[in-house]
């Protein structure tokens, strides 16, 4: 079985945004992919342009596209 999960990192864990269907114990695989936003804050922060509000326009753009 294959499922794409949402997840938040907070304190050194991964915490589900949503049940999940395992039994306890259970060892799983992940792949770990950061979210366009997160990516684009890396990006901006490398451009040297790190404000809220230019992220923002970023994001939209990228959207219509």
Known sequence: MSK???VK???GVLRPLEPLDLRE???VR???ERSVRERLKD???IL????EEELERYL??????
Do not use: C
């Open 60 to 65: 939209e753009e990228a959207w219509r596209q």
């Open 9 to 11: 990192y907070e304190r």
């Open 48 to 51: 040297g342009e790190s404000s």
């Open 43 to 45: 990006l901006v922060g």
């Open 30 to 32: 992940i792949k770990i």
């Open 4 to 6: 794409v999960v949402r």
């Open 25 to 27: 114990g259970e060892e």
